[in-house]
């Protein structure tokens, strides 16, 4: 853990405070740079903040920055000398700044609450897997309610301590800078505005990639449990006419998953898997690449309804028709309640979404009861939670106890459950999911925390430079819920039933 020797400033012609900033007396780290100050007067104007002070700084997120300090100690030490001398600079023709790397990670994990929700391990000697600790109790009674009698047999405690195997995967983003935009935004008045939207925008990007994969993985695992296969069901009736979209008789579908290592290659086969056969032609998944031959795809387009659709190989929805035999095989989820949104004669919406609420503790229950799992967390998407802001029992007359609103009118308890509103693009809950479970069961293991290499130059398609320079960074983790505590995990879909029926 890196220990910063007095104080330093960055240089007023870099644009930012030279106020000096002095270490955490409790951690040996800055709990504010000047870095990270830009970046939160950049934040100013859309009323965000973003960085933690050193009493609300996330645990998760302290021991993230705690490794990210152990491997680059010499780097950010350096730029601290560099910076305490006035005829210092941080800014290289060659590289970032470890400085602004680190900032990177505290405003990408600083603004992910998700992290609430999870076990985070932060082990630099890691290899391509993890091991995943675990507990988990299983059902059942001790024998003779827990009497022994003289030199009897003691039994064991129900509880199963274990680890799960999980795949390390690295995730990379890169970012191309043009010479132009590099010298003038830091030569100018704007005060090196490209390199600061760079960090921002690769901070957030960071934090809704890391955010869509804990929620799908959280949902995926959900739906797994106790999932039952559907075998060959008959599709034929409904690819007629311009008809692109299957709808699966049984529903939520548990999206498939196929664990792979950090070169690609398939570990085992693939669970949950989708098949679908047109006219008697097997039909593959539509992957987003760009380079599959021309042909019809399938994606699942609303895994909470079960909607499948066909599209080419440019994701454009296309429409064969039925001729000979068309069946759709996949694994069909249990574990969740489903309300129906429709508001029956004479019911008002605000009565019927207590509905909604008395489904959510039912779920809850099952949990507790039945599984001997304490759900302590609510997670949906923000419009179905402001739906649900509206059942009588959040108004001051009717208020249960244990379910409440924020101060700000947003969705807070819910059966003594803190809720939590997804916001990452591309996240399966959509606007019909909500998840409910017990805090750590699912895993976000890192290996080595979010870092940008050494910026290069671009080349265009004959070699020749374009005087731009590019670069990328990369973090090493694993998001994985282990397979024998999914049960922890349930969830209400809350659809309506004359929208799924009009939906094509």
């Excluded at 990670?105 to 630099?124: G, K, T, Y």
């Excluded at 934090?207 to 959900?222: F, K």
């Excluded at 909470?304 to 001729?323: D, E, H, K, Y």
């Excluded at 990369?474 to 809350?494: D, F, G, Q, T």
């Amino acid at each position: 853990m890196t220990t910063f020797q007095g104080s330093c400033s960055y240089r007023n012609s870099l644009g930012f405070d030279s106020t000096p900033y002095f270490p955490n007396s409790h951690t040996g780290r800055p709990t504010s740079t000047p870095m990270e100050k830009k970046l939160a007067e950049a934040r100013a104007g859309s009323g965000r903040h973003i960085f933690c002070n050193e009493l609300t700084e996330p645990l998760q997120v302290q021991r993230a920055l705690s490794h990210f300090d152990a491997v680059y100690q010499a780097d950010l030490a350096r730029e601290a000398r560099a910076l305490s001398d006035p005829a210092g600079t941080l800014v290289s023709d060659s590289a970032l700044p470890a400085s602004a790397i680190r900032a990177v990670i505290r405003e990408a994990l600083s603004d992910l609450r998700v992290l609430e929700l999870v076990q985070v391990i932060v082990d630099p000697s890691m290899s391509a897997t993890i091991q995943i600790p675990y507990e988990s109790r299983l059902p059942g009674t001790t024998l003779n309610d827990g009497i022994v009698y003289e030199g009897q047999g003691i039994p064991r405690g129900s509880v199963r301590q274990d680890m799960d195997l999980a795949y390390v995967n690295a995730m990379k983003l890169s970012f191309l800078l043009s010479n132009e935009a590099d010298f003038f935004s830091r030569n100018s008045q704007i005060d090196w505005s490209a390199l600061d939207r760079l960090i921002a925008t690769n901070a957030q990007i960071i934090r809704e990639r890391i955010h869509m994969r804990i929620c799908n993985e959280l949902q995926r695992a959900s739906d797994a449990f106790n999932a039952v296969a559907v075998v060959g069901e008959d599709i034929s009736g409904q690819l007629t006419g311009s008809n692109s979209l299957i709808k699966t008789a049984h529903w939520p579908v548990v999206r498939p998953r196929q664990t792979r290592d950090l070169r690609g290659t398939a570990v085992g086969a693939e669970e949950n898997s989708i098949a679908l056969v047109v006219n008697g032609a097997a039909v593959a998944a539509f992957d987003g690449s760009g380079t599959q031959a021309t042909g019809t795809y399938w994606v699942l387009e609303n895994a909470n309804l079960g909607f499948v659709r066909l599209v080419n190989q440019a994701g454009a929805a296309i429409t064969p028709t039925a001729s000979s035999a068309c069946t759709l095989s996949y694994s069909a989820a249990t574990n969740c309640a489903i309300f129906d949104l429709k508001l029956p004669a004479g019911v008002t919406l605000e009565q019927h979404m207590n509905g909604a609420l008395r489904a959510i503790g039912a779920q809850k229950s099952t949990l507790f009861n039945k599984r001997f799992a304490v759900p302590d967390f609510l997670l949906t998407g923000p419009i179905l939670g402001d739906l649900l802001t509206n059942a009588t029992s959040f108004s001051i007359n009717d208020r249960k106890a244990g379910t409440d609103l924020t101060k700000s009118g947003d969705l807070g308890v819910v059966r003594g459950m803190p809720a939590y509103a997804s916001n990452a693009p591309g996240v399966d809950f959509g606007n019909e999911r909500i998840l409910i479970g017990e805090r750590g069961a699912l895993t976000y293991a890192i290996a080595r925390p979010w870092a940008t290499g050494e910026p290069f130059q671009a080349v265009d398609a004959a070699g020749r430079p374009t005087g731009e320079r590019q670069a990328y960074g990369e973090e090493y983790n694993a998001i994985h819920v282990p397979a024998p505590i999914r049960y922890k995990l349930s969830s209400v879909i809350c659809y309506d039933s004359d929208a799924r029926a009009a939906a094509a």
